[in-house]
């Protein structure tokens, strides 16, 4: 089983930047798919990024693509998320979530293992 803790959150001004990572513990993940979701209040949690076991494929939310990029070093068990051109609706909980299957997907239902999320304010 694997451990998933986020670091990296924090409160940053709209356009600003911020970097969200997340450390494996307990095995490597390195053979699996990892994804960032996110939550914002009232709303269900979405997908934002994903990146597939060696880093060479990532996909991303509509809602992110070109802002935000996902990346990985298994060398070092960690996957980071680089926030770019924040907005205020960008406001959410962030939770990496490691899938088994090789490649990411889109549906949070598929993760197996979440880690606690760490919070991102995006003030206007």
């Known amino acids: 089983q694997v451990q998933l803790e986020e670091s990296g959150g924090g409160l940053v001004q709209a356009g600003g930047s911020l970097r969200v990572s997340c450390a494996a513990s307990?095995?490597?993940?390195?053979?699996?798919?990892v994804g960032w979701c996110r939550q914002a209040p009232g709303k269900e949690r979405e997908f934002v990024a994903g990146?597939?076991?060696?880093?060479?494929?990532?996909s991303y939310a509509d809602s992110v693509k070109g802002r935000f990029t996902i990346s990985r070093d298994n060398a070092k068990n960690t996957v980071y998320l680089q926030m770019n051109s924040l907005k205020p609706e960008d406001t959410a909980v962030y939770y990496c979530a490691a899938d088994r299957a090789a490649e990411p997907t889109t549906y949070t239902f598929k993760y197996d293992y979440w880690g606690q999320g760490t919070q991102v304010t995006v003030s206007s």
């Open positions: 990146i597939n076991w060696s880093g060479g494929r990532s």
């Open positions: 307990g095995r490597t993940f390195r053979t699996d798919a």
